[in-house]
């Protein structure tokens, strides 16, 4: 759930600071190393399967999920860190999970948000989608 909530973060993040084809190769890249990381890893830890369809299947269910989301100033509302919220306490063992809720949505969320804003602001500049053409001369 962490994943997928970070990977759409950095995929609003960088719409309209890249040309859609960056923007697809690079949210495309992305996923392939993530989806290859987790496949070695489950491997590592429970033998030969297949690891990485679920996983991508996850992730884009959930990249569907969350673009119904509102963002407003690059930051996503209250229903998107709720869903995010909910995601990650039904992922965890049954019981009293409403400190999940809370701890997601107050400080782990707004920390993420932050991090991956910090993170594209310092390496991804503004390409042709969101910059005028050079003037010849």
């Not at 860190?81 to 107050?106: H, I, P």
């Amino acid at each position: 759930e962490f994943i997928a909530f970070l990977l759409q973060l950095a995929d609003r993040a960088v719409y309209g600071r890249l040309a859609e084809e960056q923007r697809a190769a690079l949210i495309g890249a992305v996923v392939r190393h993530l989806a290859a990381t987790m496949e070695n890893n489950q491997q590592d830890l429970f033998g030969p399967g297949e690891y990485r369809k679920p996983f991508i299947d996850l992730l884009n269910a959930r990249f569907g999920e969350y673009a119904g989301f509102a963002y407003r100033d690059g930051e996503p509302g209250y229903p998107c860190l709720r869903f995010f919220a909910g995601k990650v306490a039904d992922a965890m063992a049954s019981g009293d999970n409403k400190w999940v809720v809370e701890q997601m949505m107050d400080i782990e969320a707004p920390e993420m948000v932050r991090l991956v804003g910090k993170l594209i602001e310092q390496t991804v500049e503004a390409g042709p989608a969101s910059r005028p053409p050079a003037q010849p001369g």
